[in-house]
């Protein structure tokens, strides 16, 4: 008999296909040894781990040189130093087994975390990169002695849906889209970045189902209709019939907007708005110009980090700036500045997992101001590939002027070096910052003086102001973009900036659902980012509408005291128009 789950839709679309269970990655570290081995154990285990990297670390020198990988290889040069010398590791390791009687793995850690306090004080680029390497080189040693390495999303032969009891961004970013056609997960919500990940691959997905990965085995039937969030497993003949029907029935739905690709989004009585797309992945560069989208407004340069053990190198950063600079040239395409932390954790900078609580810790401009080597870097290499296109720079997690004004001067900085060495890079590049903290919101006026534009993140800026996890869905029905503090907080956020004759973008979800469109149009805003996926339908709720009526509904939402208030209003007004696009209206 199929089971039938109800879960939170994330992205889009229906798929039939067989299940892969994917198993999260949870290294079990003991302290002591047990009783019944032996200290000398511990360290023959670690000599063995050593071994074993040592190997894989040559074969990735040999595999890079064949690949004429050079720089690739230089680094994994490096990391094999580090690990034949015993100075940096092994014999700090193997000494703490033997004083404090430990397991190689918690000695391991503990040198491991021992560094980040050791080198903190160092500003030294020269020594920040070694501790990222001697990071690397620790981190691989650890999956080799506890036998776990991540289990991957790569390499499949046939086409999968993963079942997952959660994946991080750094999983997602792994998926092939080839072979991946879609996924569900026990935990998430809308704006959880593994959610925002299905929208960039565009498969269809479900999340917050609970705990289905219990009831669900490896090669199991399981359908998933990611618009209404529904998932069977091992459904019967007739439900495959039925689903293999809204299968077809959303292809049709997509394809009948096809013809607004090259249409502008400009209201009945003409006031036009720019619509851009938000990507992730260098798959989706080009993706998103098919969808119609006039310019990437938030490349989540993030994902070029995930997955690796090294981080990438200026001229590997540089290329592919370059690269979706040419391709939406004259178009803009503003590149966001690491937003490592909260959910998405990078290998080489093992100490950001311990954080108690990673969403208000070390995360975004936060990391790149401690982290100011890997910053210049970043920074370099967009100044650079500005020559190529109409690039501009976007700082993540503003909360304090004073952000602005260092991640300025460290601009400055390398501006200055690159004038110095006679290498061509945009002099006049526009720098913006995200609104995604109410302390960010609220200080809109005196930020504005600093920057070219703001781009509004309402993922963070309703999981701050609300208190709401964004990637809880135990909370998720508390997280109401209609919120009047979340209203108000966007409507002041734009009166600052147009005074000032900034321009405000948004690029959270909320700019991405056609419940919101109209009343963001009418409090003023200029321009909307979203995957590439649904630019057309937004585009389509834009022409339907006229700012008269947009600015009159927006004057009555910021009155009203309550978020379903507001979406009735909403529905009362538009809602025929959007069921016409739409079909049934989706909740808020
Ligand atoms: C946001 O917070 O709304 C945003 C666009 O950034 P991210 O989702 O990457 O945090
Ligand atoms: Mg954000």
Not at 248 to 254: C, P, R
Not at 296 to 322: A, C, D, H, M, W
Request: aromatic share 6%; hydrophobic share 40%.
């Amino acid at each position: 008999m199929s089971k039938r789950f109800k879960g939170i839709p994330v992205s889009p679309g229906v798929v039939i296909g067989k299940v892969y269970l994917f198993e999260t990655y949870k290294p079990r570290i003991r302290r002591q040894t047990d009783r019944t081995r032996r200290i000398e154990e511990e360290v023959k285990l670690f000599e063995s781990a050593v071994r074993e990297t040592h190997q894989e670390i040559e074969k990735d020198i040999e595999e890079n040189k064949k690949n004429a990988y050079k720089e690739c290889a230089d680094i994994f040069e490096t990391h094999l130093l580090i690990l034949n010398d015993p100075d940096y590791l092994t014999t700090k390791v193997i000494d703490k087994i033997r004083r404090r009687r430990m397991t190689a793995e918690y000695a391991l850690r503990e040198v491991l975390e021992g560094l980040t306090s050791k080198f903190i004080p160092v500003k030294t680029a020269h020594l920040r990169e070694k501790e990222t390497d001697i990071r690397d080189v620790g981190q691989r040693i650890f999956e080799n002695l506890l036998n776990s390495k991540r289990a991957s999303l790569m390499g499949f032969e046939e086409d999968v849906v993963v079942v997952a009891h959660s994946l991080a961004p750094s999983d997602t970013a792994q998926m092939c889209k080839e072979r991946v056609i879609g996924f569900v997960t026990d935990v998430g919500s809308r704006t959880s970045h593994s959610a925002i990940m299905a929208r960039a691959l565009e498969i269809p997905a479900v999340v917050g189902l609970g705990d289905i990965s219990a009831h669900i085995k490896r090669g199991d039937t399981i359908i998933i209709d990611g618009l209404h969030g529904e998932v069977i497993v091992n459904p019967t003949k007739e439900e495959i019939a039925s689903y293999e029907k809204k299968r077809q029935e959303y292809f049709s739905f997509m394809a009948s907007f096809d013809s607004l690709r090259d249409l502008p989004a400009r209201t009945q009585d003409g006031y036009q708005v720019k619509i851009m797309a938000n990507i992730e992945i260098q798959e989706e560069i080009r993706h998103a110009r098919s969808h119609g989208a006039e310019g990437i407004g938030l490349y989540r340069t993030e994902f070029l980090f995930l997955n690796r053990l090294n981080l990438p190198s200026e001229k590997e950063q540089f290329e592919v700036y370059r690269e979706v600079a040419q391709i939406y040239a004259p178009y803009p395409v503003v590149i966001r500045t690491l937003d490592i932390g909260g959910d998405k954790f990078v290998l080489s900078l093992l100490e950001n997992p311990d954080e108690p609580n990673p969403f208000l810790g070390l995360r975004a401009i936060r990391l790149s101001l401690e982290h100011v080597d890997i910053f210049k870097k970043q920074l370099s290499a967009i100044l650079r590939a500005g020559v190529y296109g109409n690039l501009k720079v976007m700082l993540p997690m503003i909360t304090d002027i004073g952000e602005v004004i260092r991640a300025k001067e460290i601009l400055q900085e390398v501006a200055d070096d690159l004038r110095k060495r006679g290498i061509s890079f945009d002099e006049d590049m526009e720098i913006g910052a995200m609104i995604e903290t109410p302390s960010a919101a609220l200080t809109a006026d005196l930020l504005a003086k600093e920057v070219n534009f703001f781009s509004i993140g309402t993922n963070d800026l309703i999981q701050y102001a609300l208190a709401i996890d964004r990637s809880n869905e135990r909370v998720a029905h508390l997280y109401k973009p209609f919120h009047p503090a979340i209203l108000r907080l966007i409507h002041s956020t734009i009166i600052a900036a147009h005074r000032w004759g900034r321009r405000v973008a948004m690029c959270g979800e909320m700019a991405a659902n056609p419940l919101f469109t109209a009343v963001l149009i009418g409090l003023g805003l200029d321009e909307f980012s979203m995957s590439g996926v649904v630019i057309p339908g937004i585009k389509e709720v834009i022409r339907s509408i006229s700012l008269v009526e947009a600015k009159d509904l927006a004057d009555k939402a910021l009155k009203l005291e309550r978020a379903d208030q507001v979406e009735s209003l909403v529905k009362e007004r538009l809602g025929k128009r959007l069921e016409n696009i739409f079909g049934a209206i989706e909740e808020a």
